[in-house]
C-alpha cells in the first residue's frame, strides 16, 4: 500500500448516506443489498450507544426518529446510514431538520462527521406524482451544496406494467405491448416524467432506476448500478476511492476505477521510467480494492496475475 493510500484510509474509514423518501420506497431492502445481508441494521445515538430497532419503525408521530441516529448493518460496517424518516410528513419542522443536517455535515470539517451523499428514493408507481409535497420542497428549496444527490426510482417494474397498459391502450396486444414496454419505459420515464426535475433549482446530481420489492428480494439481484452512479457523482477523487474500497460485493467496480485512475494518473507519472510503470500502475489498481484481511489473498493473487499478464507490454496493453 503507498503512502497516499494509508494517509487517505487513516483520514476516511466509513463513508455517510442520508437515506430519504417515504416509507413505503424500498429504501430498507436497497441498504440490505448495498449491504448485501438480509440482517436489519444496528442503530446507534448520537452518543455512540444502540438503541433499539423500534426507534426507527414506522410511525405517523411526527418527531419521534433522530436524524442524528446512525445505522450500521454488520455485514459492512463501513457504510454509516442516516434515515430522514418523517420528513414526508411535509411539516416546516421536519424540513428544516433535514436541511440544517445536511449543511452541517456537508460543511463539517472533521472527516468523521461529513455526509458523502443523500440516497432519495422515489416510488415509480405513481409517476405523474413524482415530485409533489416534501419532494417538490427538498429540491426547490434544500441546497446540497457539494453533497451529491442520487435519485434512485424504485418500483421501476411497476412503471413498466403501466407503460404495457399504455401500448394495449393503443392497440397492441398483451404480449408485445410488455415486449416494447420492456425497451421503451426507461426512456418515456426519463422524457415524459423525471424531466420535471429539470426545472427545480436544486436537481439530482444524477438518477438510477431499480426494480420493485419483488424483484429486489431475490437472493441474486444487487444494487450494482446505485453504486456505480453513486461513485460517478463524487466530485472528489478520495471520497471516490474511499466509497469504492468499502464496497464487499462488487469488485468489479474497484477494478473499473482502480484502472481507469491508474491510466490517467500512473501513466503521466512514470511514463518515462519503464521499470516503475508496471510496479507502480499495480499499486494504484490495488489502492481501489477493499482492505479487510479476507481480502489480502485475493489481492495477492490479482497482483501476481496483472504482473505476470503485462509486465513486459504493460504501456501498450493498458495505454
Same mark, same amino acid.
Given at each position: 500500500? #503507498?503512502?497516499?493510500?494509508?494517509?487517505?484510509?487513516?483520514?476516511?474509514?466509513?463513508?455517510?448516506v442520508?437515506?430519504?423518501?417515504?416509507?413505503n420506497?424500498?429504501? +430498507? +431492502?436497497i441498504?440490505?443489498?448495498?449491504c448485501?445481508?438480509t440482517?436489519?441494521?444496528?442503530?446507534?445515538?448520537?452518543?455512540?450507544?444502540?438503541? #433499539?430497532l423500534?426507534?426507527?419503525a414506522? =410511525?405517523?408521530?411526527?418527531?419521534?426518529?433522530?436524524?442524528?441516529?446512525?445505522?450500521?448493518?454488520?455485514?459492512?460496517?463501513?457504510?454509516?446510514f442516516?434515515? $430522514?424518516?418523517g420528513f414526508?410528513?411535509?411539516?416546516?419542522?421536519?424540513?428544516?431538520?433535514?436541511?440544517?443536517?445536511?449543511?452541517?455535515? /456537508?460543511?463539517? +470539517?472533521?472527516?468523521?462527521?461529513?455526509?458523502?451523499?443523500?440516497w432519495?428514493?422515489?416510488?415509480?408507481?405513481?409517476?405523474?406524482?413524482?415530485?409533489t /409535497?416534501?419532494?417538490?420542497?427538498?429540491?426547490?428549496?434544500?441546497?446540497?451544496g457539494?453533497v451529491?444527490?442520487?435519485?434512485?426510482?424504485?418500483?421501476?417494474?411497476?412503471?413498466v406494467?403501466?407503460?404495457?397498459?399504455?401500448?394495449?391502450?393503443? /392497440?397492441d396486444?398483451?404480449?408485445?405491448?410488455f415486449?416494447?414496454? =420492456?425497451l421503451?419505459?426507461?426512456?418515456?420515464?426519463?422524457?415524459?416524467?423525471?424531466?420535471?426535475?429539470n426545472? +427545480?433549482?436544486?436537481p439530482?446530481?444524477?438518477?438510477v432506476?431499480?426494480? /420493485?420489492?419483488?424483484?429486489?428480494?431475490?437472493? #441474486?439481484?444487487?444494487?450494482n448500478?446505485?453504486?456505480?452512479?453513486?461513485?460517478?457523482?463524487?466530485? #472528489?477523487d478520495?471520497?471516490?476511492q474511499?466509497?469504492?474500497?468499502?464496497?464487499n460485493?462488487?469488485?468489479?467496480?474497484?477494478?473499473?476505477?482502480?484502472?481507469?485512475?491508474a491510466?490517467e494518473?500512473?501513466?503521466k507519472?512514470?511514463r518515462?521510467?519503464?521499470?516503475?510503470?508496471?510496479?507502480?500502475w499495480?499499486?494504484?489498481v490495488? $489502492?481501489?480494492?477493499?482492505?479487510?484481511?479476507?481480502y489480502?489473498?485475493?489481492?495477492?493473487?490479482?497482483?501476481?496475475?496483472?504482473?505476470a499478464q503485462?509486465?513486459?507490454?504493460?504501456?501498450?496493453?493498458?495505454?
Amino acid at each position: 500500500m #503507498d503512502n497516499r493510500t494509508r494517509r487517505l484510509r487513516q483520514k476516511y474509514s466509513q463513508f455517510r448516506v442520508l437515506v430519504m423518501g417515504k416509507a413505503n420506497a424500498g429504501k +430498507t +431492502t436497497i441498504l440490505q443489498k448495498v449491504c448485501n445481508t438480509t440482517d436489519q441494521p444496528k442503530i446507534y445515538n448520537s452518543k455512540g450507544e444502540e438503541i #433499539d430497532l423500534s426507534a426507527v419503525a414506522p =410511525s405517523r408521530e411526527r418527531g419521534v426518529h433522530n436524524i442524528e441516529n446512525e445505522m450500521i448493518f454488520d455485514a459492512n460496517p463501513r457504510y454509516i446510514f442516516h434515515d $430522514s424518516r418523517g420528513f414526508e410528513c411535509g411539516s416546516t419542522e421536519e424540513f428544516k431538520i433535514v436541511q440544517d443536517f445536511i449543511e452541517q455535515r /456537508g460543511m463539517a +470539517t472533521a472527516s468523521w462527521r461529513q455526509l458523502h451523499a443523500i440516497w432519495y428514493c422515489l416510488p415509480t408507481d405513481n409517476a405523474s406524482r413524482l415530485l409533489t /409535497g416534501a419532494e417538490a420542497r427538498f429540491f426547490q428549496e434544500c441546497d446540497p451544496g457539494a453533497v451529491p444527490v442520487i435519485a434512485i426510482y424504485t418500483k421501476f417494474d411497476d412503471f413498466v406494467l403501466q407503460t404495457q397498459q399504455f401500448f394495449m391502450s393503443q /392497440g397492441d396486444e398483451e404480449e408485445n405491448a410488455f415486449e416494447k414496454a =420492456s425497451l421503451l419505459a426507461s426512456n418515456r420515464f426519463t422524457k415524459e416524467y423525471a424531466k420535471v426535475f429539470n426545472e +427545480t433549482r436544486f436537481p439530482p446530481s444524477i438518477d438510477v432506476q431499480l426494480q /420493485g420489492k419483488n424483484y429486489m428480494d431475490r437472493p #441474486d439481484t444487487n444494487c450494482n448500478k446505485l453504486l456505480e452512479k453513486t461513485a460517478d457523482a463524487l466530485a #472528489d477523487d478520495a471520497l471516490r476511492q474511499l466509497f469504492v474500497c468499502i464496497q464487499n460485493n462488487n469488485l468489479d467496480l474497484c477494478g473499473k476505477w482502480g484502472v481507469k485512475r491508474a491510466c490517467e494518473l500512473v501513466y503521466k507519472e512514470y511514463r518515462n521510467q519503464k521499470e516503475l510503470l508496471c510496479e507502480k500502475w499495480v499499486e494504484r489498481v490495488l $489502492s481501489w480494492y477493499p482492505w479487510g484481511a479476507k481480502y489480502s489473498s485475493l489481492l495477492d493473487n490479482f497482483c501476481n496475475w496483472l504482473q505476470a499478464q503485462v509486465y513486459f507490454n504493460i504501456a501498450t496493453f493498458v495505454f
